[in-house]
Protein backbone atom coordinates (compact mmCIF):
# COMPACT_ATOMS: atom_id res chain seq x y z
CA UNK A 1 0.00 0.00 0.00
CA UNK A 2 1.43 3.19 -1.36
CA UNK A 3 1.68 6.06 1.26
CA UNK A 4 -1.24 8.99 0.82
CA UNK A 5 -0.12 11.94 -0.82
CA UNK A 6 -1.05 14.50 1.99
CA UNK A 7 -2.61 17.54 2.90
CA UNK A 8 -5.82 16.59 1.06
CA UNK A 9 -7.58 19.80 -0.33
CA UNK A 10 -11.34 20.39 -1.66
CA UNK A 11 -12.89 23.50 -2.74
CA UNK A 12 -12.42 25.04 0.85
CA UNK A 13 -10.77 22.54 3.12
CA UNK A 14 -7.12 21.84 3.45
CA UNK A 15 -7.41 17.93 5.57
CA UNK A 16 -3.52 17.44 6.84
CA UNK A 17 -1.67 15.95 9.59
CA UNK A 18 -1.48 17.01 13.25
CA UNK A 19 1.49 19.40 14.28
CA UNK A 20 2.21 19.91 18.11
CA UNK A 21 0.18 23.20 18.00
CA UNK A 22 -2.77 21.72 16.93
CA UNK A 23 -3.38 21.34 20.80
CA UNK A 24 -4.08 24.70 21.44
CA UNK A 25 -5.69 24.92 18.20
CA UNK A 26 -8.28 21.86 19.00
CA UNK A 27 -8.91 22.32 22.96
CA UNK A 28 -11.69 25.12 21.87
CA UNK A 29 -13.40 22.32 20.38
CA UNK A 30 -13.13 19.91 22.44
CA UNK A 31 -13.29 21.43 25.91
CA UNK A 32 -17.09 22.43 25.04
CA UNK A 33 -19.30 20.29 26.85
CA UNK A 34 -21.80 20.02 23.91
CA UNK A 35 -19.01 18.17 21.81
CA UNK A 36 -17.93 16.16 24.24
CA UNK A 37 -21.54 14.53 25.52
CA UNK A 38 -21.25 12.15 22.67
CA UNK A 39 -17.93 11.32 22.89
CA UNK A 40 -16.38 8.38 24.43
CA UNK A 41 -14.10 10.52 26.52
CA UNK A 42 -14.64 13.89 28.75
CA UNK A 43 -14.34 17.10 27.92
CA UNK A 44 -10.46 18.07 27.08
CA UNK A 45 -7.85 20.25 29.32
CA UNK A 46 -5.03 21.41 28.06
CA UNK A 47 -2.57 18.12 29.27
CA UNK A 48 -5.29 16.08 27.75
CA UNK A 49 -5.27 18.13 24.53
CA UNK A 50 -1.75 18.00 24.43
CA UNK A 51 -1.87 14.10 25.31
CA UNK A 52 -4.01 13.67 22.28
CA UNK A 53 -2.28 15.75 19.99
CA UNK A 54 1.13 13.31 20.30
CA UNK A 55 -0.88 9.96 19.61
CA UNK A 56 -2.09 11.57 16.74
CA UNK A 57 0.90 13.08 15.12
CA UNK A 58 1.34 9.16 14.52
CA UNK A 59 -1.73 8.66 12.51
CA UNK A 60 -0.56 9.30 9.40
CA UNK A 61 -1.90 6.79 7.01
CA UNK A 62 -3.88 3.28 7.08
CA UNK A 63 -0.13 1.71 5.78
CA UNK A 64 1.60 2.58 8.65
CA UNK A 65 1.89 0.57 11.60
CA UNK A 66 -0.85 3.12 13.66
CA UNK A 67 -3.12 1.48 11.24
CA UNK A 68 -5.50 5.03 10.86
CA UNK A 69 -5.44 8.20 9.03
CA UNK A 70 -6.08 11.04 11.60
CA UNK A 71 -6.97 14.64 9.79
CA UNK A 72 -7.09 18.28 10.92
CA UNK A 73 -9.99 20.02 9.11
CA UNK A 74 -8.72 23.75 8.52
CA UNK A 75 -10.65 26.03 6.16
CA UNK A 76 -8.72 26.58 3.09
CA UNK A 77 -6.89 30.32 2.92
CA UNK A 78 -8.94 32.69 1.10
CA UNK A 79 -12.61 32.03 1.62
CA UNK A 80 -14.86 34.57 1.37
CA UNK A 81 -16.84 34.78 4.43
CA UNK A 82 -13.41 33.48 6.77
CA UNK A 83 -10.22 35.22 7.04
CA UNK A 84 -6.99 33.56 6.49
CA UNK A 85 -7.04 29.64 7.73
CA UNK A 86 -9.42 28.22 10.79
CA UNK A 87 -8.86 24.86 12.02
CA UNK A 88 -12.66 23.62 12.54
CA UNK A 89 -12.12 19.76 13.33
CA UNK A 90 -11.02 16.87 12.65
CA UNK A 91 -11.95 13.55 10.52
CA UNK A 92 -10.05 9.91 10.73
CA UNK A 93 -10.06 7.09 9.41
CA UNK A 94 -8.91 3.59 11.11
CA UNK A 95 -9.20 -0.19 10.35
CA UNK A 96 -12.07 -1.55 12.87
CA UNK A 97 -10.24 -4.94 12.66
CA UNK A 98 -7.16 -6.79 11.50
CA UNK A 99 -8.94 -6.55 7.98
CA UNK A 100 -7.36 -4.45 5.22
CA UNK A 101 -10.80 -4.06 3.24
CA UNK A 102 -13.22 -2.87 6.40
CA UNK A 103 -12.82 0.82 8.14
CA UNK A 104 -14.13 3.15 10.44
CA UNK A 105 -14.57 6.33 9.77
CA UNK A 106 -15.17 9.58 12.85
CA UNK A 107 -15.72 13.03 12.41
CA UNK A 108 -15.91 16.07 14.55
CA UNK A 109 -16.74 19.69 13.85
CA UNK A 110 -16.54 23.11 16.05
CA UNK A 111 -20.48 23.44 15.89
CA UNK A 112 -19.67 27.31 15.25
CA UNK A 113 -18.72 26.14 11.73
CA UNK A 114 -21.91 23.81 11.37
CA UNK A 115 -24.42 24.55 8.46
CA UNK A 116 -22.11 25.35 5.80
CA UNK A 117 -21.53 22.06 4.52
CA UNK A 118 -17.48 22.25 5.64
CA UNK A 119 -18.14 18.27 7.97
CA UNK A 120 -19.84 17.29 4.20
CA UNK A 121 -16.87 18.18 2.28
CA UNK A 122 -14.63 16.68 4.68
CA UNK A 123 -16.43 13.42 4.50
CA UNK A 124 -17.01 12.80 1.17
CA UNK A 125 -12.89 13.47 0.63
CA UNK A 126 -11.90 11.21 3.05
CA UNK A 127 -14.57 8.54 1.78
CA UNK A 128 -12.68 8.68 -1.64
CA UNK A 129 -9.75 7.91 -0.38
CA UNK A 130 -10.80 5.17 1.59
CA UNK A 131 -12.37 3.53 -1.47
CA UNK A 132 -9.70 4.56 -4.25
CA UNK A 133 -6.33 4.87 -3.11
CA UNK A 134 -6.92 2.25 -0.20
CA UNK A 135 -8.98 0.25 -1.73
CA UNK A 136 -11.55 -0.60 0.95
CA UNK A 137 -15.00 -2.84 0.62
CA UNK A 138 -16.46 -1.49 3.56
CA UNK A 139 -16.31 1.58 5.98
CA UNK A 140 -18.41 2.39 8.81
CA UNK A 141 -19.64 5.49 11.04
CA UNK A 142 -21.06 4.73 14.76
CA UNK A 143 -22.52 7.35 16.76
CA UNK A 144 -24.41 8.15 19.72
CA UNK A 145 -28.25 7.37 18.46
CA UNK A 146 -28.63 11.15 20.30
CA UNK A 147 -25.87 12.69 17.99
CA UNK A 148 -28.86 13.94 15.68
CA UNK A 149 -26.22 16.39 13.40
CA UNK A 150 -23.96 13.65 13.00
CA UNK A 151 -26.39 11.01 12.03
CA UNK A 152 -27.60 13.47 9.55
CA UNK A 153 -24.24 13.90 7.94
CA UNK A 154 -24.12 10.09 7.10
CA UNK A 155 -27.31 10.11 5.36
CA UNK A 156 -26.30 13.11 3.48
CA UNK A 157 -22.97 11.60 2.27
CA UNK A 158 -24.32 8.01 1.39
CA UNK A 159 -24.37 5.89 4.24
CA UNK A 160 -26.86 3.78 5.03
CA UNK A 161 -28.15 3.22 8.15
CA UNK A 162 -27.94 -0.40 9.16
CA UNK A 163 -27.90 -0.90 13.00
CA UNK A 164 -29.53 0.74 15.85
CA UNK A 165 -28.49 -0.66 18.89
CA UNK A 166 -30.87 -0.01 22.28
CA UNK A 167 -29.01 0.97 25.28
CA UNK A 168 -25.78 -0.95 24.68
CA UNK A 169 -22.83 1.37 25.74
CA UNK A 170 -22.63 2.82 29.17
CA UNK A 171 -21.49 6.03 28.68
CA UNK A 172 -21.03 8.92 31.23
CA UNK A 173 -22.84 7.27 34.04
CA UNK A 174 -25.62 6.06 31.28
CA UNK A 175 -26.93 3.85 28.99
CA UNK A 176 -26.91 5.04 25.14
CA UNK A 177 -28.10 3.85 21.86
CA UNK A 178 -25.97 3.20 19.02
CA UNK A 179 -26.29 3.86 15.78
CA UNK A 180 -24.33 2.39 12.71
CA UNK A 181 -24.02 3.20 9.50
CA UNK A 182 -21.96 1.81 6.77
CA UNK A 183 -21.20 2.23 3.03
CA UNK A 184 -19.73 -0.65 0.65
CA UNK A 185 -17.25 0.63 -2.14
CA UNK A 186 -20.33 -0.25 -4.84
CA UNK A 187 -22.86 2.36 -3.10
CA UNK A 188 -20.65 5.56 -4.13
CA UNK A 189 -22.65 6.80 -6.51
CA UNK A 190 -23.42 9.57 -4.02
CA UNK A 191 -20.25 10.02 -2.46
Known amino acids: ME ?20 AE ?8 E ?4 FLLEDSWTA ?8 ERMRRTGLETESRALALVIETADGLDDIAGSHVIGNISLW ?14 LDPAAGGHGFATEAAIAVLNVAFDHYGLHRVVAQMDARN ?28 TDTLIFGMLSTDRQTA
Request: charged share 35%; hydrophobic share 40%.
Open 25 to 32: AQLPIFSR
Open 3 to 22: PLELPLTTDRLRLRTYVESD
Open 47 to 54: EVARTKIV
Open 95 to 108: FDSDSQEKAEIGWI
Open 34 to 37: DVAR
Open 148 to 175: TSSAKLARRIGMREEAHLRKDWWSKGEW
